[in-house]
C-alpha cells in the first residue's frame, strides 16, 4: 500500500510539475491569441458530458503503460499553456497563480485521477517489464483504477460545468 501511495503522490507531482511549466511558459501576445482561439473553438458548445469525454480520453491515455507518462505530461503542460495564453489577455487571471485553478473541487478530482493513471502506467513498467510480475496480477487492481477514474472524472466534470454555469450567468 505504501508502494501505491507513493507511485500516486509522484503521478500527481509529474502533472502538477508539467502544470505549472506550461502555466509560466512566456509566449507573445499573438501566440497567446492563437492558443486562445483554438481552445475556444475546441470547447465550443461543450458541456458536462463534452468535458467529461475530453477529460476520460485524456486518463485513459494515461494508463498506457510508459507512453501514458509522456500523455499525462503532455497534457499537463498543455493545460497550463491554455491557463497563460488565457491569463496574458485577462488582467484577473494574471493576478492569480496559475496553481489556483488546481485547488478548485474539479481540479482535485483532475489532480487525483490523472495521476491515478500516470502512476499506474509505471507501475505497469516497473512490474511487468523489469520485474518480470505476470500481467494478470496487476489486471484487477488496473480496472479497479480505471473504474475510479472514470467515476471521478464524471463527479469532476458535473462541478466543473455547474461552476462554469455559475460564473457565466452573471448577476440576474
Known sequence: ???RIFYLVIGMIVFIISYFFGANTNIN?????IIKE????????????????NNIIIALGMFIPGL??????FSGFGTGLVF???AENNVTLQNISP?????????????????LAISRS???IHDYFIK???????????VIEIIIVVSLLLIGAVIEWNMIEQFTKGPI
Open 84 to 86: 497563460s495564453a488565457i
Open 1 to 3: 500500500m505504501k508502494t
Open 29 to 33: 501576445l499573438d501566440e497567446s491569441k
Open 99 to 115: 496553481l489556483a485553478i488546481l485547488i478548485t473541487p474539479f481540479g482535485i478530482l483532475e489532480i487525483f485521477s490523472y495521476g
Open 68 to 73: 501514458g507518462i509522456g500523455i499525462g505530461i
Open 38 to 53: 483554438q481552445f475556444e473553438e475546441k470547447i465550443k458548445g461543450i458541456d458536462e458530458v463534452g468535458i467529461f469525454f
Open 132 to 142: 518480470k510480475i505476470p500481467w494478470n496480477r496487476f489486471l484487477k487492481p488496473t
Open 122 to 124: 509505471a507501475m505497469i
